[in-house]
């Protein structure tokens, strides 16, 4: 046999050199793999945060402190003109390690070649990792309830009370309610990652309904009180006092009766009815409206029978200001007709001593 030629070993040194080569760089290559394994590979990312290149402690550190951090943040809970302290833990659970193996997914993902061409060159194996959380509405919904406590009340009615001749009211109150099921979705919103890294302070308005009474301050509009002794009537609107009338009340035999009425009736013209009472005897049956009536040409009726403030005709205008009726109360026609205009049916007449 013919001895191989100085060029074909030549070749087959090359090849075998080559071979050594490769063999010890796939071994190299390997090695280069397992031990990168424990790193997060380049171009894995959350919440801003760069993970590449870190150990699984780092990465623990990183991710603690980019989305755990934040999201135990307290949160300032305002309503009602109160503010309470919330403290997530208890209701916010943040799941690190499912951060973290998504942090490794890139490389568990890839080939052998992949990966070390990302060792090789740098480039990345890209993951934007999301904050894995969970919020227990449970406990957001315990937390709201036991706030409630210090924020629910009923409402308080207004009250006008007379003291002398003057109305004094009481201010109503209003009442509050937590509106718990929107309260509860408040909170749970402010409590995700969204909203805890979006910014350093996270205040949160509780939805607090306010509950109007019945009776309000300004449920009290008109009223009447009636001075027997100071032959005066009062008209308020509200507290305030609107304007002063002189009257003439009942005389010591026919005294005005005292006590609370509403106003029952409001009449022009109406024609006098004789009572049929003794000091009646001698007039007509009827009188018609008119100037010459006994009750002039206006007259306004209360819940006591037969009792009216009303005007009189001229000849009895001398008597305003003293207790000369047979109940009513008389007023100047001018005066019972601007008292027409300003009071309603239903109106309360209080009438005193």
Request: glycine share 8%; hydrophobic share 40%; net charge positive.
């Amino acid at each position: 046999m013919q001895a191989p030629s100085t060029a074909n070993r030549v070749i087959l040194v090359i090849v075998a050199t080559l071979m050594v080569l490769l063999s010890a760089t796939l071994a190299w290559g390997v090695a280069v793999d397992y031990q990168s394994r424990g790193l997060v590979p380049a171009g894995v990312v959350v919440v801003g945060r760069d993970l590449s290149g870190m150990t699984e402690a780092q990465a623990r550190a990183a991710v603690e402190e980019a989305v755990s951090a934040p999201m135990m943040r307290p949160v300032t809970v305002t309503g009602d003109g109160k503010t309470w302290t919330l403290d997530p833990a208890g209701m916010v659970s943040v799941d690190v390690d499912a951060m973290l193996s998504e942090a490794y997914s890139p490389r568990r993902g890839a080939s052998t070649i992949q990966r070390l061409n990302s060792q090789l060159t740098g480039s990345h194996l890209p993951a934007d990792i999301e904050p894995v959380f969970a919020v227990d509405a449970n406990a957001v919904s315990a937390w709201v309830a036991q706030t409630a406590t210090e924020v629910d009340r009923k409402p308080v009615n207004a009250t006008r009370k007379i003291k002398g001749y003057e109305f004094k009211i009481k201010k109503h109150e209003n009442g509050a309610s937590v509106v718990q099921t929107a309260a509860v979705d408040t909170i749970a919103a402010a409590l995700t990652a969204d909203a805890a890294l979006a910014s350093d302070m996270r205040t949160v308005e509780l939805p607090v309904k306010a509950i109007k009474p019945k009776i309000t301050t300004s449920s009290f509009k008109r009223a009447l009180i009636v001075s027997l002794s100071q032959c005066r009537i009062r008209l308020y609107k509200g507290a305030k006092l609107v304007k002063i009338y002189r009257c003439a009340p009942g005389r010591a035999a026919f005294p005005t009766p005292t006590g609370d009425f509403t106003i029952k009736s409001k009449q022009r013209y109406a024609p006098w009815i004789n009572p049929g009472s003794a000091w009646a005897a001698s007039m007509p049956r009827v009188i018609p409206g008119g100037p010459g009536n006994p009750m002039g040409t206006t007259k306004i009726g209360i819940t006591w029978p037969g009792i009216y403030m009303h005007g009189v005709p001229p000849g009895e205008y001398g008597s305003i200001g003293t207790h000369a009726s047979h109940g009513c109360m008389r007023m100047m026609p001018s005066d019972v007709l601007d008292l027409y205009g300003r009071v309603k049916v239903g109106d309360p007449v209080y009438i005193r001593p």
